[in-house]
């Protein structure tokens, strides 16, 4: 063998050899930028959707955690609009026996002006006129006082209605009457007016504590899954530099490859 020949064989070994790395590292970089533009992609999606995890495959753990908290965020929502809906129907009732309390006191003055010696039957029939009209009234409140379609004083609030108060059968022309019987009624809506009061206050305890819970797992919920904008951009910024970086890389290597084919 010749030494030409053997300079020849070699320099042709070390060429193909040096071709066979060049194709490995395209088909390297190739997947290094196809890995960059999934990247890329997925970090796009995460800033339109405004989202860190669209999916389980993202981040299945944080998705099942978040998912959790997500739960308890709706049933503390939902708690908080049946107490709200009850706290209306508490002041709906309170207001209705403010209402009662006034016609109550206005019936208790009129008793003590029936009860004056000085006074004849037919002014007590006509005080008793106004009595019954406000029995009326009382009577009109009792039964149509509603919240939602759901009547108030047959039992769902309170039970009241003027046989309860003991007031049916008050006439001040029988002469057996007695201020004390109205004075029982006051003190009866004083106790319901009470109890509604102890009950609001209670609700709205309950209200705020889980309001407070609720901001603090919706926050928490937001770390886990909203997309931090700022953080976002960067690393998009950064995805897009990388990728031109390695086509400018597989370009060189590939007019490197083309130009020693030709030598």
Same mark, same amino acid.
């Given at each position: /063998?010749?030494?030409?020949?053997?300079?020849?064989?070699?320099? +042709?070994?070390?060429?193909?050899?040096?071709?066979?790395?060049?194709?490995?590292? %395209?088909?390297? !970089?190739? =997947?290094? +930028?196809?890995?960059?533009? &999934?990247? $890329?992609?997925?970090?796009?999606? &995460? /800033?339109?959707?405004? $989202?860190?995890?669209?999916?389980?495959?993202?981040?299945?753990?944080?998705?099942?955690?978040?998912?959790? +908290?997500?739960?308890?965020?709706?049933?503390?929502?939902?708690? *908080?609009?049946?107490?709200?809906?009850?706290?209306?129907?508490?002041?709906?009732?309170? @207001?209705?026996?403010?209402?009662? %309390?006034?016609?109550?006191?206005? /019936?208790?003055?009129?008793?003590?002006?029936?009860?004056?010696?000085?006074?004849?039957?037919?002014?007590?029939?006509?005080?008793?006129?106004?009595?019954?009209?406000?029995?009326?009234? !009382?009577?009109?409140?009792?039964? *149509?006082?509603?919240?939602?379609?759901?009547?108030?004083?047959?039992?769902?609030?309170?039970?009241?209605?003027?046989?309860?108060?003991? !007031?049916?059968?008050?006439?001040?022309?029988?002469?057996?009457?007695? #201020? =004390?019987? +109205?004075? $029982?009624?006051?003190?009866? #809506? @004083?106790?319901?007016?009470? %109890?509604?009061?102890?009950?609001?206050?209670?609700?709205?305890?309950?209200? @705020?504590?889980?309001?407070?819970?609720?901001?603090?797992? $919706?926050?928490?919920?937001?770390?886990?899954?909203?997309?931090?904008?700022?953080?976002?951009?960067?690393?998009?910024?950064?995805?897009?530099?990388?990728?031109?970086? %390695?086509?400018?890389?597989?370009?060189? !290597?590939?007019?490197?490859?083309?130009?020693?084919?030709?030598?």
């Amino acid at each position: /063998m010749t030494i030409g020949n053997s300079f020849g064989s070699s320099s +042709i070994q070390n060429l193909s050899s040096y071709n066979s790395k060049k194709v490995d590292q %395209q088909e390297a !970089l190739s =997947k290094k +930028i196809e890995e960059t533009r &999934k990247e $890329k992609q997925e970090q796009q999606e &995460k /800033m339109a959707s405004g $989202k860190k995890v669209n999916s389980a495959a993202d981040n299945a753990a944080t998705m099942a955690i978040a998912q959790e +908290i997500l739960a308890s965020y709706n049933g503390l929502e939902m708690t *908080n609009y049946n107490i709200s809906s009850s706290m209306s129907m508490n002041s709906v009732a309170d @207001s209705s026996l403010t209402n009662v %309390q006034d016609e109550l006191t206005r /019936m208790r003055d009129l008793t003590v002006q029936a009860s004056n010696d000085t006074l004849t039957d037919s002014d007590r029939q006509i005080i008793q006129t106004e009595i019954d009209q406000i029995k009326e009234g !009382l009577t009109s409140t009792f039964e *149509n006082a509603e919240f939602n379609t759901v009547t108030l004083f047959d039992g769902n609030v309170a039970d009241l209605n003027l046989e309860t108060l003991g !007031l049916a059968d008050f006439d001040v022309t029988s002469g057996n009457y007695s #201020i =004390k019987d +109205i004075d $029982k009624a006051i003190n009866t #809506i @004083s106790s319901v007016e009470a %109890q509604l009061g102890a009950e609001y206050n209670g609700m709205e305890y309950e209200y @705020s504590v889980n309001e407070y819970t609720a901001y603090n797992l $919706k926050y928490a919920q937001s770390g886990m899954e909203d997309t931090d904008y700022a953080q976002a951009a960067m690393d998009d910024a950064i995805k897009t530099a990388l990728m031109k970086y %390695q086509i400018q890389t597989q370009g060189v !290597l590939l007019s490197s490859s083309n130009m020693n084919l030709m030598v």
